[in-house]
């Protein structure tokens, strides 16, 4: 089991990518006070927690009403996933981050914590594991635990946005996510490999 754990962890913290949620909080709180920084963050990180939670507990249901079946959900997330993988590894993901939120909208709602935070990659993420541990309460409660402790990081690198960047450079943050992108690329192509096996009880080579 605690293999497992590992792996969602990992799994989750680099699709979620706490570190390339920053030059957009950077960005749309450049003018604001310091109160109201801390204020954004703590919206945004509570909205992110909700949303995830609610698409780990209800992908189950979800999928069934759809009438979706498991290998099919599995090839098409693996795929989203690797699509999302790419964006971070060339950096197009970060680029679209930028800019300011649009007039009318809590910029901690969006696009803070939707899209940047959770967005649909992180959601496709924990569909999947809802599907794989459904049976599991236990499980899926350690899974809402460990979203819960990676976005508490993320909130800790928000609040430390500032400082963090200076430390590390924008170069040093482009590393990390590009990184994180290529790991989340792999996993993205073991999960398509894995839905095809099911359906098709192997592996094409060739």
Not at 16 to 21: A, V
Not at 66 to 72: C, K, M, N, T
Not at 161 to 186: F, N, Y
Request: net charge neutral.
């Amino acid at each position: 089991m605690w293999e497992e754990l590992i792996k969602v962890a990992v799994t989750l913290f680099v699709v979620i990518d706490p570190m390339g949620t920053l030059p957009l909080y950077l960005s749309i709180t450049r003018d604001s006070s310091e109160i109201l920084r801390r204020r954004i963050a703590r919206r945004a990180i509570l909205v992110s927690f909700g949303v995830l939670v609610g698409f780990l507990f209800a992908g189950g249901a979800l999928l069934s009403g759809l009438g979706i079946e498991i290998p099919s959900f599995r090839i098409a997330g693996g795929i989203v996933m690797f699509i999302f993988a790419l964006q971070m590894v060339f950096d197009t993901q970060n680029r679209h981050k930028e800019g300011s939120p649009e007039e009318g909208h809590d910029m901690a709602v969006y696009p803070l914590a939707i899209p940047a935070i959770a967005g649909p990659g992180s959601m496709m993420t924990v569909v999947l594991m809802a599907e794989q541990y459904g049976s599991s309460l236990v499980m899926n409660l350690a899974i809402a635990g460990i979203i819960g402790l990676i976005l508490f990081a993320t909130w800790l690198m928000l609040r430390y946005a500032g400082i963090i960047q200076i430390l590390i450079g924008s170069t040093g943050a482009s590393i990390i996510s590009r990184v994180m992108g290529l790991i989340l690329a792999a996993m993205a192509i073991q999960t398509v490999l894995t839905g095809i096996k099911t359906v098709f009880g192997w592996i094409p080579v060739a």
